[in-house]
């Protein structure tokens, strides 16, 4: 190998490894919502509705929650995520869904996030640790962040989803992410 090459490449694995430990000394996070921002979840959504539990009971979560067979991954979303986790972030999920039997589903990311919560009030867990943004699909997710402080990014969501409550991308003059539909 030519020294010059050498020399630029023990560069960049040095200013990779400072960054990474940076990163971890400084404990920092970045947040994901789940549905419509990680995982195009409709098909979740509409196996819970088929299996003819009452909509939003126990019953009917586990059968979403356990669907993610059905789901289909965000490309452009995943790969930012997955590129802050190889930059030293704790990537959490956190999803307003109830978590009967969501333990399936949590181990299903564990491969991309440290922590995945069930919890409807998002602003409580970004609050509790060093966020730099927030990452969501729903005005609320924007308001969640904006809340606790955390910089929001406006995931679009899919015009294939079920799903078309609380989408005004750009009303709180937040960042879009561009091709994350
Ligand atoms: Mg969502």
Same mark, same amino acid.
């Not at 995943?78 to 109830?98: C, M, P, Q, W």
């Not at 589903?105 to 564990?110: D, I, M, P, S, Y």
């Given at each position: 190998m030519k020294k010059k090459v050498r020399?630029?490449?023990?560069?960049?694995?040095? #200013?990779?490894?400072?960054?990474?430990?940076?990163?971890?000394?400084?404990?920092?996070?970045?947040?994901?919502?789940?549905?419509?921002?990680?995982?195009?979840s409709t098909p979740a959504f509409r196996a819970g509705k088929a299996s003819g539990e009452e909509p939003y009971s126990p019953g009917y979560w586990r059968v979403v929650n356990n669907s993610f067979n059905l789901e289909k991954k965000?490309?452009?979303?995943?790969?930012?995520?997955?590129?802050?986790?190889?930059?030293?972030?704790?990537?959490? #999920?956190?999803?307003?869904?109830?978590?009967?039997?969501? !333990?399936?589903?949590?181990?299903?990311?564990?491969?991309?996030?440290?922590?995945?919560?069930?919890?409807?009030?998002?602003? !409580?867990?970004?609050?509790?640790?060093?966020?730099?943004?927030?990452?969501?699909?729903?005005?609320?997710?924007?308001?969640?962040?904006?809340g606790a402080g955390v910089r929001p990014i406006r995931v679009k969501r899919s015009p294939k989803s079920d799903y078309k409550g609380k989408y005004h991308p750009g009303q709180y003059q937040e960042f879009i992410l561009p091709f994350s539909d």
């Open positions: 020399i630029t490449l023990v560069s960049i694995v040095c #200013i990779y490894l400072i960054t990474f430990a940076s990163v971890n000394i400084a404990d920092l996070k970045v947040g994901f919502d789940y549905d419509d921002t990680l995982s195009f965000k490309l452009v979303p995943v790969t930012i995520a997955l590129g802050y986790k190889i930059l030293g972030f704790d990537v959490v #999920i956190i999803t307003a869904r109830e978590g009967y039997g969501g !333990e399936g589903l949590q181990r299903h990311w564990r491969w991309l996030a440290k922590e995945f919560y069930f919890e409807r009030n998002k602003s !409580e867990i970004l609050k509790r640790d060093r966020f730099v943004a927030f990452f969501g699909d729903s005005d609320s997710d924007i308001t969640a962040a904006l």
